[in-house]
């Protein structure tokens, strides 16, 4: 079992930036797959990033990439992501979310292959 806690959240200016940090628990929780989305109201839950067990590959969703950065430390069993040039888009709910499973191709982006999930944590950017 891998449990995540997500934190870092809060209310910032358009342009401005938010580091969010998810610490997981588990004993192999520095192997897994860790990904973030977000999910704004009335919206589906949409992939932002994610970053491979060693750290070495990474993926971002068109949107934020350039302005976000994810980056993992293994030591502290912690994956954060930097989120720089905010945008009122941006708001939303941010959850980490983690897998063992094999991940390649869409399986990055993909919901459905993530098996455990924090509770969320809200970012506003306001205009």
């Known amino acids: 079992q891998v449990q995540l806690v997500e934190s870092g959240g809060g209310l910032v200016q358009t342009g401005g930036s938010l580091r969010l940090s998810c610490a997981a628990t588990?004993?192999?929780?520095?192997?897994?797959?860790v990904g973030w989305f977000r999910q704004a109201p009335g919206k589906e839950r949409e992939f932002v990033a994610a970053?491979?067990?060693?750290?070495?590959?990474?993926n971002y969703a068109h949107s934020v990439k350039g302005r976000f950065t994810i980056s993992r430390d293994n030591a502290k069993n912690t994956v954060y992501v930097q989120m720089n040039s905010l945008k009122p888009e941006d708001t939303a709910v941010y959850y980490c979310?983690?897998?063992?499973?094999?991940?390649?191709?869409?399986?990055?982006?993909?919901?459905?292959?993530?098996?455990?999930w924090g509770q969320g944590t809200q970012v506003t950017v306001s205009s």
């Open positions: 588990g004993r192999t929780a520095s192997s897994y797959v």
């Open positions: 970053i491979s067990g060693g750290g070495h590959i990474t």
């Open positions: 979310a983690a897998t063992g499973r094999p991940t390649y191709g869409s399986r990055w982006y993909d919901v459905e292959n993530y098996d455990y």
